[in-house]
């Protein structure tokens, strides 16, 4: 691509809400929001990596780094039903700028903060910057994608994320003796900086006509219609359980589980999430490739997730009823693994080792859930599809939220009660499951006939 060609691209007019981009266009407006939403994905998980530094130079206490946590997705949780409103009255562009730009200032204000509810307060503001990288873009590309483009679009955009979330671990930890935790805020501040001048000078704008339907009458600019849909109601359990339980197991449990029940170091237990992040990566990588060839042989969304989530239950099941091998001395002979005994637990005692991975293809076997976010952006008229995706979006945080709290009380409410570290732990996730399995079976007895993918295109 030459610069004339993308210059041309980027300065051309005859885009407008309802035109579909022309590629070499397409190309740059992606990869423009990819890299906002690459910065979105790093700096939710970049506490994790930083925590220690923080325990030590401000005296944090355990659940002072889980409120911390929690406080971006806080942020970002309240900002999602206005957001959904603006992405349809102004557009991706004009919003997602306004939305960056206090995620520099929250930045900024981490690298001074001095006290933890100067961290808190920034953390808050990064979590509400940073809450429309990747609604937005979908919203665009609810008008200026084909909808095979759209759902490659959509698990490329995941693919930015999990890249961001690897970034978060490892090249992060490289940095921290030489910049610091305040150094590495400041320098994401700057490259949330550089994400806003690409978007203004790439990004189509939003033209007035974006918040009229195709009578030309104003539409009702509520959530009535997103909640009446009996398509989105049928996905709410799954986003609040599965999906939301993905992010809440990818960022905060997986580790505990490796250290705690595996017995793994803390460092074989970061290597091991980092493992898990490349599989993320390029499984959303895959599912982007592989999207427009299932859109032309007509595989629904709905019948990709109807036959791939089960897959999930079984891994995690597997997980769960493996424990019983995890403190039972592993026997190496003639490079064979063996647990106690032969059979069973020698299978059981590889499963210990490799419990990274494990958790790697329960991730990866989650995926299939993204799909749900095309598929409700094409469910709904264009100028509903912020509001649709906004909504969806704030269900799946919020089961973040309830998920990552719920298994950890459940897992101080069981050894209350007297159970071991182990059975407490799989006793919380058991539950989980069963919470995945209901919200499966919920979805399949009550999703509408008709596909979402086939609607409004």
Known sequence: MTADTILASITKKKHTNGALLPTNQAILVFLAFAFSYFMSSLIRAITATISPALTVELSLQARDLGLLSGGYFLGFAVMQLPLGKWLDRFGPKKVIICFLSVAVLGCLAFAKATSFSGLLLARVFCGAGVSACLMAPLTGYRRWLAPNSQIRANSWMLMSGSLGMVASTLPVQWLMPMWGWRGI???????????????????????????????????????AQVWSSQYIRSLIPLAFFLYGGLVAVQTLWASPWMIKIAGYSALEAAQGLFYINVAMLIAFWLWGSINPWLFRKKISSDKLMLQGLPISFAILAIIIIAVQAYNTPAIVINDTILAGKMGFDAVLG???????????????????????????????????????????????????????????????????????EVAAFQGAFGVFLLCNMLSYAYFVFTRPVQSADKLHN
């Not at 006509?209 to 009702?220: I, L």
């Not at 991730?363 to 299939?368: E, G, I, N």
């Not at 945080?397 to 998920?403: I, K, T």
């Open 185 to 223: 805020f400041v320098a994401l501040g700057a490259m949330i900086f550089i994400a806003i001048l690409a978007i203004m000078v790439i990004v189509p704008a939003w033209k007035l006509e974006a918040t009229q339907g195709a009578s030309g009458k104003t539409v009702d600019n509520s959530y």
């Open 350 to 420: 590889v499963l210990n080792k490799y419990v990274w991975a494990l958790w790697a293809l329960y991730c990866v076997s989650c995926t299939f859930i993204a799909l749900s976010q095309p598929a409700i952006a094409m469910a709904f008229p264009a100028e509903l599809a912020g509001r649709a995706l906004s909504a969806y979006n704030l269900v799946i945080f919020a089961g973040v939220f309830v998920v990552q709290w719920g298994i950890g009380l459940m897992i101080d409410g069981f050894k209350a009660l007297g159970w071991s």
